[in-house]
């Protein structure tokens, strides 16, 4: 079993459930008492917020790369970046460190192709939805992705950093992606990427008419899947 590298924290809640599933996974493959080998450093959130919302990528990339090091150095043969927004970097982790970083937005994109899906909506944060580290990584492997309109970007936003990243579930902010989800369909998505590690916690299955995709999900099992070689 290889040792899986986490880079946690942004937000501890969904590297709470990054840490759940992985081990989950490793119990159901192997059963009895095994669990991961892992490694995490946890980043404060409340500073990486700070950086993104005032456009100091540099800086935020330092701590990246500085979290990534950390791991290296602490033995991880492979390492995740618990965030879809901080993938933003993930070329610039990767060229520091000598061990491979398992980019969440390429399983993802190998989950929707083995479903035989091509045309698919994406939420996140406004730097996931709108730039083009995430969309255009996704459109390499032959993905049509969609995004909502511009105020509907702003209520997923103000969701995520004001609910979601704070541990809060309101039924209204529900309701809300709902529809969002349902504008995306008509526009002929059909499957919806949640693409930030938070919105799975508000999100389910039954909530959308059409297949999610949970980035957390699929990223941890993935690397649960390189751990064990098997892919």
């Known amino acids: 079993m290889k040792t899986i590298g986490l880079i946690g924290g942004m937000s501890w809640e969904s590297s709470a459930e990054y840490y759940r599933i992985i081990n989950e996974t490793v119990k159901e493959k192997l059963g009895g008492l095994h669990s991961a080998k892992c490694i995490m450093y946890s980043l404060d959130f409340e500073e990486i917020e ?5 456009g100091k990528w540099k800086e935020a990339t330092e701590l990246m790369i ?3 090091k950390r791991i290296e150095k602490g033995g991880a043969d ?5 965030t879809n927004t901080m993938h933003k970097m993930a070329d610039e ?3 520091n460190i000598k061990i ?12 929707i192709i083995s479903k035989g899906l091509k045309k698919v909506g994406l939420l996140g944060t406004k730097f996931t939805m709108e730039e083009d580290f995430y969309k255009g990584r996704l459109s390499k492997f032959g993905l049509d ?6 105020d509907e970007r702003e209520i997923i936003h103000s969701i995520i950093y004001k609910e979601l990243c704070l541990g809060e579930i309101k039924g209204s902010s529900k309701e809300k992606f709902k529809k969002i989800i349902e504008n995306l369909v008509y526009k002929g998505a059909e499957g919806i990427i949640l693409g930030c590690t938070e919105i799975p916690l508000l999100i389910k299955q039954e909530d959308s008419p059409v297949p999610l995709f949970d980035t957390t999900k699929i990223h941890a099992q993935s690397a649960v899947e390189l751990s ?4």
């Not at 700070?50 to 005032?54: A, D, G, I, W």
């Not at 492979?78 to 618990?82: S, T």
């Not at 992705?145 to 511009?150: A, G, M, Q, S």
């Not at 064990?228 to 892919?231: A, D, E």
């Open 100 to 111: 491979p970083l398992l980019h969440i937005a390429d399983a993802t994109a190998e989950k």
């Open 50 to 54: 700070k950086l993104q919302h005032r």
């Open 66 to 68: 500085d979290a990534a």
């Open 145 to 150: 992705v969609i995004i909502p309109e511009e």
């Open 78 to 82: 492979f390492i995740l970046i618990c």
């Open 228 to 231: 064990l070689n098997r892919f």
């Open 93 to 95: 982790v990767q060229s």
